[in-house]
C-alpha cells in the first residue's frame, strides 16, 4: 500500500483543479477522492518526519511544491538555498534557532551581499520552517525572530530610446537581433522567452501564449518591426527544431545562454545593465507613457499584483512638471 499524505493530496488537486471545474464540481471531485483515499495508508507528514534526516525532510517539502505547480528554477533556488544554510549552520532544521540564521545573514552581509538578496532569502527560509511548523515538525519557527529587511530604494531605470538602438547596433547575428527584438516586444521573462516554441507565435494574430510562474499562461504581443525581425530569424535556419531561439550546437537556448548574450551586447554597446528584466520594465513604462491602463499593463506582465507592476513603471521629473504645467 503507498504512503501518502492526504491533506497534500487533496489540496494540490484543488489547486489543479481551480481553473478546470466549478465550485459545486470541485466538491464532488474532492469527495470521490477523499473516498479513494480510504484504500491507501494515509500517515501525516509529522508522523513520517520523526523518521527524516534533514535532506529528506527537505526533499518532501520541495516534492509538495512541485505538486503545487512552483516552477522548476523556483524549486531549484530554494533547495540550493537551504542546503546552503544547513552547511553553514551544521545544525539539523529540526533544532535550528533564530540565532543560527542570524549567524549566516551577518556572514552574506559581510561578504557583500545585497540586503534584496538578504531579504529574499529570508522569505525562502521563512516558506519553509513555516511549513514544518504547519506540519508539526517543530513547535516553533525560527524565522518569527527575524524582522524584514530593508530594501535600498534604488530607482531602476527603463532604456532610453538611444541606449536601444545602441544595443540593437550592436546585436551582430540575425538570433540575437530577434532576441533583443523579442524581449523588447513581449516584455516576457528570460525564463519564458527560452521555452517559446516557433509553433506558439500567431504570425497572423501578432501575439503568442506564454507560460510564466506558477504554470500561469497569458497573451503577449510581437508586432511591426520587431515581428520582422523575429520572422526573419525564423526564416533564416536550417534546422526543424522547436525552439525559437537556438544556440551554435542546435539546441534550445537556456534562460542562462540569453543573459549571456545579452552581457555580451551590454559590453559591446556600452550600456550598463542589459538583462531581461529590464526590457520588462522598458515595455511597462512606454505603454503607460502611451496611455495604456495599468491593469492591462499588468495583465500583459503577467503579475499578480497591480502593486508590482507599479514599481515597474519610471516616472520621469520632466513629465511630471509637464503634467503640472499642463493641469495647474
Not at 489547486?15 to 477522492?33: C, S, W
Not at 540565532?99 to 519553509?128: C, K, P, W
Not at 535600498?152 to 530577434?178: C, G, H, Q, W, Y
Request: charge should be positive; include cysteine; proline fraction near 3%.
Amino acid at each position: 500500500m503507498s504512503t501518502i499524505d492526504k491533506r497534500i493530496y487533496l489540496d494540490a488537486l484543488r489547486q489543479r483543479l481551480g481553473d478546470v471545474v466549478t465550485a459545486n464540481d470541485m466538491e464532488r471531485v474532492l469527495k470521490v477522492a477523499d473516498d479513494v483515499l480510504i484504500d491507501f495508508d494515509i500517515t501525516s507528514v509529522g508522523q513520517m518526519g520523526e523518521d527524516m534526516d534533514s535532506e529528506q525532510l527537505l526533499d518532501f517539502y520541495l516534492m509538495q511544491l512541485e505538486v503545487r505547480g512552483c516552477a522548476p528554477g523556483t524549486i531549484y533556488g530554494k533547495k540550493r538555498k537551504m542546503k546552503i544554510l544547513l552547511e553553514f549552520t551544521g545544525v539539523p532544521f529540526r533544532k535550528m534557532r533564530a540565532e543560527h540564521i542570524m549567524q549566516y545573514m551577518q556572514a552574506e552581509r559581510e561578504r557583500g551581499i545585497s540586503q534584496v538578496t538578504l531579504n529574499n532569502d529570508r522569505h525562502t527560509f521563512n516558506a519553509f520552517f513555516a511549513w514544518m511548523k504547519r506540519e508539526e515538525l517543530i513547535t516553533r519557527n525560527p524565522m518569527d525572530r527575524i524582522m524584514p529587511i530593508k530594501r535600498p530604494n534604488v530607482m531602476r531605470l527603463p532604456f532610453s530610446d538611444t541606449e536601444l538602438r545602441l544595443i540593437d547596433e550592436a546585436a551582430t547575428s540575425t538570433r540575437d537581433k530577434a532576441i533583443i527584438a523579442f524581449l523588447t516586444a513581449t516584455g516576457c521573462r528570460v525564463a519564458e522567452a527560452a521555452a517559446v516554441d516557433i509553433a506558439d507565435i500567431e504570425w497572423d494574430r501578432d501575439r503568442l501564449r506564454v507560460t510564466g510562474k506558477g504554470s500561469k499562461e497569458r497573451i503577449v504581443y510581437l508586432a511591426g518591426v520587431q515581428k520582422m525581425l523575429v520572422r526573419r530569424y525564423v526564416d533564416e535556419r536550417k534546422d526543424d527544431l522547436p525552439a525559437l531561439f537556438v544556440g551554435k550546437g542546435s539546441e534550445r537556448l537556456t534562460p542562462g545562454g540569453i543573459r549571456r548574450i545579452l552581457t555580451k551586447i551590454s559590453k559591446q554597446s556600452g550600456v550598463e545593465g542589459v538583462h531581461p528584466h529590464r526590457f520588462r520594465r522598458t515595455l511597462a513604462t512606454n505603454l503607460m507613457k502611451a496611455g495604456m491602463p495599468i491593469e492591462r499593463v499588468q495583465k500583459i506582465l503577467g503579475h499578480v499584483k497591480i502593486t508590482t507592476t507599479q514599481l515597474y513603471i519610471y516616472v520621469d521629473d520632466t513629465d511630471v512638471q509637464n503634467d503640472y504645467m499642463k493641469y495647474r
